[in-house]
């Protein structure tokens, strides 16, 4: 089974657990999901330049800081920087997640698409089975429960193939 490296990049728990699962139900019986989180903008570029993840999924509007400075989140500016910085660095695939309405910066630093918050989580999902090819679950046919009804029409057009059978040989 296939391996996946992914990295989230996102200060906000319950989102990163989101992405998380999606991800999860995409690759799921085809890959195993290696996650690692990280909050911090310098992080990012950092570790998604590594050439170590076979995808990155950034929330763009919810990155913090590196360690030392005051403000308490990075601008949107900056999230596109380290996108750019990554992009020049290696060709792992970059999903982004945002809420804030300029697309086409993320789109020019070169991530793979953007995902608007809150977004619906089949568009995600679709977005990392392209960029991972994975293939389309394959829903299996459940057996389906015969009516009592239907059980005795079977059993009735049995005996009556039977029957017609029978008389066939014996004419």
């Known amino acids: 089974m296939d391996k996946v490296h992914l990295l989230v990049a996102n200060s906000i728990q319950a989102l990163s657990n989101r992405i998380e699962s999606l991800v999860l139900d995409v690759c799921f019986d085809q890959a195993v999901v290696e996650t690692t989180r990280i909050g911090r903008a310098d992080e990012l570029v ?38 750019h910085a990554i992009r020049g660095r290696c060709d792992t695939p970059v999903i982004a997640v945002s809420i804030f309405p300029d697309e086409g910066s993320l789109l020019e630093a070169g991530v793979e698409c953007v995902v608007r918050l809150p977004f619906e989580g089949e568009k995600l999902k679709l977005e990392v089975r392209r960029v991972l090819r994975r293939a389309e679950p394959v829903e299996e046919s459940k057996p389906s429960r015969l009516s009592l009804n239907e059980l005795v029409l079977r059993g009735f057009g049995t005996a009556l193939l039977q029957a017609i059978k029978r008389t066939s040989s014996i004419s």
């Open 46 to 83: 950092k570790l998604a330049s590594s050439g170590v993840y076979q995808l990155v999924i950034v929330a763009a509007d919810n990155l913090l800081p590196p360690k030392g400075l005051r403000k308490s989140w990075v601008s949107a500016d900056e999230a596109v920087r380290a996108i």
